[in-house]
């Protein structure tokens, strides 16, 4: 069900909808409201199993999430709302009980390492995939995903396409170029492991040097896109996932990375000039005195309620374009909202980096980290745009929170056993540390 969800989030055009279903027609939506019944009706079943008995604290965080939202709805509603503003906070809603029944399909349904490493190489192969789309669209200047435009009952293809300073912007599947660098600089650090991990396979097992083919069609994204966002991303990731590298491999990656970047100047020209004017020319740039001028109206929109915010899916467009997930959170939720946001994440980091310190097990040790650097990009990004907004970035969010939690289980399992003095049954020999 996960990997269903992986392709219709991935390959499916963000604008495509079943056009019947208007704005909830989006594929991966739907898919997700589909997970949430098939969790609930495995719950209902009252199956007892090892791993119900551990406490998630993604899972709790969540559900305080969700109950604020639900509240802070229902407010807006018993306030009044305009006409044109019910039926966007209602699909706000569903998409945020789809985004639920994703976090606890991959919460509660990996429970072995062998799941959760096939998942992750699942996503490593998308996230590639995804890379190479946004660099042939940079090469052609053509979205190549218009063909679903003509598919029956289907509407809306994605952009694919943009242009800044004279370069190409892609975009892939994505809405827009941010939604795009979000996903891949999310999924990187998974995409890091998988490679350096050999794609978890057993140590003696021959290595394949493909798995790094992604990590390379990431890079070459990055530095294409002509995106604040996607080259820090970028960066944070090298920057985080550099302690996980063996170190006979951090000599060349350094070099070649290098060598990389010098060939994409040379080959793309302008591109370097539009690079440096994103940072050197900031304070002058629209979208960065969008976003300043959005810090100082907060608390003019904030002041109607506080606590609850205006209402989940009520703060439309019209009134004004944060580009900032947290500040959307706020006014939206209200303080109360944006708190428990904010601790969706440290639950998530949390429960990777507690895995790592239960197992001890080296591909543990591995994952736990690359998702808790996953989820640490991700709260970056989202201080650059409403992240929210668009289907592929916040659906990689959720379905990596649940994949922390899942890893803190198999963590939590690694320590119960080891506490009972049995021999550690596990569906994959372990790679070596790679540290």
Known sequence: ??????????????????????????????????????????????????????????????????????????????????????????????????????????????????????????????AGLLAALGIVQALTGQAIVDFFSVLPGLSGPGAGVAERAGVVRSAGTAIHPLEYATAL?????????????????????????????????????????????????????????????????????????????????????????????????????????????GLERTPEFLAASPVLGVGFGTFLPRYYIFDNQWILVLVELGVLGVLAFAGVFAAAIWSALRARRLSGEPD??????????????VAILFAFFDGLSFPISAGVFFLLAGLCGSVLSIGAADASRRSHDRPAHRTLAAPQDPV
Do not use: E, K
């Not at 495509?16 to 898919?31: C, K, N, V």
């Not at 807006?76 to 305009?82: E, I, V, Y």
């Open 1 to 126: 069900m996960l990997t269903v969800y992986l392709v219709l989030l991935f390959a499916v055009p963000s604008n495509t909808t079943i056009a019947a279903l208007g704005s909830l027609g989006r594929p991966a939506l739907l898919w997700g409201l589909v997970m949430l019944a098939f969790w609930a009706i495995a719950r209902l079943q009252n199956r007892s199993d090892s791993a119900s008995t551990i406490g998630q604290p993604v899972r709790f965080a969540f559900a305080v999430l969700l109950v604020i939202a639900l509240v802070s709805f229902a407010a807006a509603m018993m306030r009044g709302q305009p006409a044109d503003q019910v039926s966007p906070a209602v699909t706000a809603l569903l998409r945020l009980f789809s985004w639920a029944g994703v976090l606890l399909v991959a919460l509660d349904g990996i429970r072995t390492m062998g799941d959760l490493t096939r998942l992750v190489r699942r996503i490593a192969i998308a």
């Open 185 to 293: 600089n999310a999924a990187l650090p998974l995409v890091i492991a998988v490679a350096v991990s050999n794609g978890f396979r057993p140590a003696p097992a021959r290595r394949h040097l493909a798995w790094w083919i992604p990590v390379g069609l990431i890079a070459v994204s990055s530095l294409v896109g002509v995106s604040r966002s996607a080259i820090i991303g970028f960066a944070v990731v090298a920057v985080a996932m550099a302690p996980m590298l063996p170190r006979r491999f951090r000599a060349p990656l350094a070099a070649g990375g290098i060598a990389l970047a010098g060939i994409i100047v040379v080959a793309v020209p302008g591109l370097l000039g539009a690079s440096l004017s994103l940072f050197t020319g900031a304070g002058d740039d629209p979208s960065t005195l969008s976003r300043v001028n």
């Open 364 to 377: 543990v040790m591995l994952l736990g980290y690359a998702l808790a650097v996953s989820m640490g990009v």
